[in-house]
Structure formats: structure tokens, C-alpha cells
């Protein structure tokens, strides 16, 4: 017979392993949310590569975001409290179809609505209608000039 | 007996389950990744499953993976975890689709960095810098994305790296400007800074 303390242990276990394979495994159901944030590019900002996280957004990076997002590096909102959710499809035209719609809104601040997923730990969005958009409201160039600074405008050659 | 057993598994289970959901494990072993020196970079060598990220989460699934475009991420094998590949191995500015539709829904060894998370976002992207079918063969270089932006723009003749000559990229500049507060403060930009 077993004793009530090995009836919790494997009840534990149980719930464990379901709740594991829950989590890792399968698809998340969408829900359709609003959300405010400055459109970024995810690469620069989460990795370091071009500086600190500051100066990776706004219009010091702006250049910059355009060259990632043609470049079909993800797109992503970053909220005031410092989430990000990955764009995966942008008012109806997928994320790296060759549409300008995307290309027009990087460094923006943005109220989206669409459909959001999340999974192992990730936000992930698909924007179906931007409800407002602010512009660019970050003037980063101010404090960092332009990152990279080869992304700076030039003069043209003569 | 049958308790002790009972026990026993009760308890792996529970490790088990731990350790899949903490998600510490180490892929580094055997990696052949260079190191870019980037936030939270680890070596990772692992296999799974290419998918489009969009039809992994909401079963919307159009052929061929979006034909690139769609990002594409990995099921990998050893947790289930959905990985999103942000970037190939090219230091211009390149995603990683190009690099992974020819393996669209299939199973694939890749080896690169996995970089990223910080306080807000508890989790990490993966950098792909090797790639090949699961256990076949020599490992190509995830290189892809500048030969099929040349092949989708012929016209985009000149000198200088691809995000020099970019038609959508030279579009935007011409209508905001290179920090999207218009052209006019370009030029006050370089009066100032000459």
C-alpha cells in the first residue's frame, strides 16, 4: 500500500511532466491584444553588436533599423516596460515580403492591435491594424549621433 | 520494493521535468561557432526541426514555409524549445530565412551562437552560422542572404555593399531621411557636422 507522502510524490510528478509538456511543446492559442511601443530591430538591440540597448533604438538608429529590416532580420514593438514582441506579420503583408509598409514605420511609436502568441518565453505578434502612430518619439541622436556611425548621412560625391 | 520503484520514478520525473523547464541546458559541446562577442553569447551545437514560426504557433501554413518570406525558427530535438533564428553568419545586416527554407520542415544540425536575454525578455535567439541536414555530411555556412537579394535585385547595379544600393532602403532615406526626421535635418545635420 502506498503511503499518502509517496500518493503527493507521484501526484507531483504528475502534474510536473504534464504541465512540462504543456509549456515545451504545444502551440499556444493567439489572443487579440492592444499594445504601445516603438518599433525596433530585434538583432541590434538584444545582441550588443552596434552598443548598449539605448542606443540601439530611436533616431540614432534609425538608418540602421531600415538596413536590418530589408535585411529580413525580425521587427520587433519594444513597450515602455522593456518587452518586445516579435513581429510576425505586419497589418496583413507578411514580416519579409518586399513591401515597403514595414520599412515606412521603423523607429516608430506605435499603438498596434493584433494577435499575440507566446512561447517558451518569447511575445510574439501579429499586427493587424496600427491604431496610432507617434512618429519618431526617441531622439537618441541627440545623446549617441548616429549608431553606426557610418550609418551617418554623407555628402553626396561631386 | 514496489515503493522504493515507485519512489524512484516519482522522483526522475520530477528532475526531468525541472530540467526541461528551467532550460539551462549546455549545447556548447563540439561547436565550431566563432565568437562575435555579443550580450549573453553561448556556443550551440543541436538539431530539430526548421519551421515557420507563424504556422508553429497558429497553424496559418502556407507552402514551402513562406517561400522566405515568413521567419523561421527550430524545434530542437533535445527540449521541444521553439528557437527563433534572428540572423545568419553574414555581418551585413542579414536574416537567417534564405539560409533555412531548402530545409523547410525538415530536420537539420546547425551550430552557432545563442545570444540575448535580458531582465524583461527571459529568453535567448539563436545565431546561425553552420547548417546541414541531420547527420549528413560536411556543414555548409549559413552565407545565403546577399546572393538572393542580388537575384531579386538585378537593377540595384553600383559599387558598395548591398545596404548601399537597396531600392527599399534608398526609398525611405529619400523620404525621412537618415534619422527619420526628414531630409531637412540631414542637411542641417552635415552643415553642422562638416
Redesign the interface.
Request: proline residues 0%.
Given at each position: 500500500m502506498f503511503s499518502t507522502h509517496l500518493k503527493s510524490l507521484l501526484g507531483a510528478a504528475a502534474l510536473a511532466v504534464a504541465s512540462t509538456s504543456q509549456t515545451a511543446i504545444a502551440s499556444t492559442a493567439g489572443n487579440v491584444i492592444e499594445i504601445k511601443g516603438e518599433i525596433i530591430d530585434t538583432w541590434c538591440y538584444f545582441s550588443g553588436v552596434m552598443g548598449d540597448t539605448d542606443a540601439t533604438r530611436g533616431s540614432a538608429h534609425h538608418t540602421c533599423a531600415l538596413w536590418c529590416a530589408a535585411g529580413g532580420i525580425p521587427v520587433g514593438v519594444r513597450t515602455d516596460d522593456g518587452d518586445v514582441y516579435m513581429v510576425l506579420k505586419f497589418k496583413g503583408e507578411d514580416a519579409l515580403e518586399q513591401t515597403d509598409t514595414i520599412m515606412e514605420v521603423q523607429s516608430d511609436f506605435i499603438t498596434a492591435r493584433g494577435v499575440h502568441y507566446k512561447r517558451d518565453g518569447l511575445n510574439y505578434i501579429v499586427v493587424e491594424d496600427v491604431v496610432a502612430n507617434d512618429g519618431i518619439t526617441y531622439l537618441s541622436h541627440e545623446d549617441y549621433d548616429s549608431v553606426p556611425p557610418f550609418s551617418a548621412p554623407k555628402k553626396p560625391k561631386k | 520494493m514496489l515503493?522504493k520503484l515507485?519512489?524512484a520514478?516519482?522522483?526522475a520525473?520530477?528532475v526531468?521535468?525541472?530540467s526541461?523547464?528551467a532550460?539551462a541546458a549546455d549545447f556548447s559541446e563540439g561547436s565550431k561557432a566563432k565568437a562575435?562577442n555579443?550580450?549573453g553569447e553561448e556556443k550551440a551545437l543541436f538539431s530539430g526541426k526548421v519551421v515557420d514560426?507563424?504556422c508553429?504557433?497558429?497553424?496559418d501554413c502556407p507552402a514551402n514555409c513562406?517561400d522566405?518570406?515568413?521567419?523561421l525558427g527550430i524545434v530542437r530535438d533535445a527540449?521541444?524549445?521553439?528557437?527563433?533564428v534572428?540572423?545568419n553568419r553574414q555581418s551585413?545586416?542579414?536574416?537567417?530565412?534564405?539560409d533555412l527554407l531548402p530545409y523547410c520542415n525538415q530536420k537539420v544540425d546547425v551550430d552557432g551562437l545563442m545570444?540575448?536575454?535580458?531582465?524583461?525578455?527571459?529568453?535567448k535567439?539563436f545565431?546561425v552560422q553552420l547548417i546541414r541536414p541531420q547527420g549528413e555530411g560536411k556543414f555548409k555556412k549559413a552565407t545565403q542572404?546577399t546572393k538572393a537579394w542580388k537575384a531579386?535585385n538585378p537593377d540595384a547595379k553600383g559599387k558598395g555593399p548591398w545596404?548601399r544600393r537597396?531600392p527599399?532602403?534608398l526609398?525611405?532615406?529619400a523620404a525621412?531621411?537618415?534619422?527619420?526626421?526628414g531630409v531637412d535635418y540631414?542637411q542641417q545635420?552635415?552643415a553642422e557636422?562638416e
Open positions: - | 515503493h515507485a519512489t520514478a516519482a522522483v520525473a520530477l526531468l521535468a525541472t526541461v523547464t532550460g562575435w555579443l550580450y514560426i507563424l508553429e504557433l497558429s497553424g513562406g522566405g518570406n515568413r521567419q527540449d521541444s524549445k521553439l528557437i527563433l534572428m540572423k551585413s545586416f542579414n536574416g537567417a530565412a534564405e545570444v540575448g536575454e535580458d531582465e524583461v525578455v527571459k529568453a535567439f545565431q542572404w531579386k545596404f537597396d527599399r532602403v526609398k525611405q532615406l525621412d531621411g537618415h534619422f527619420g526626421l540631414d545635420y552635415l557636422n
